[in-house]
């Protein structure tokens, strides 16, 4: 009857452990994304400035 028990509180702190391995891999693949969203935003507001800059530099030739 012990054994049984202490089998049992081992598989569910074990359980535990393996949710909160799982808890902290989505956290950790919820910051890459979010990380990997700025770095594109980033890139993206560079790549319009770029596309504003050199629609002015056309439009100032022009006139």
Do not use: P, Y
Request: hydrophobic share 60%; glycine share 6%.
């Amino acid at each position: 009857m012990g054994a049984s028990t202490m089998i049992n509180s081992i598989d569910s702190s074990s359980k535990s452990i393996v949710a909160g391995k799982h808890v902290v891999s989505a956290l950790r693949r919820d910051a890459a994304f979010i990380w990997n969203a700025v770095i594109v935003v980033v890139f993206v507001g560079f790549a319009g400035l770029a596309v504003a800059s050199a629609l002015l530099d056309l439009i100032s030739i022009r006139h």
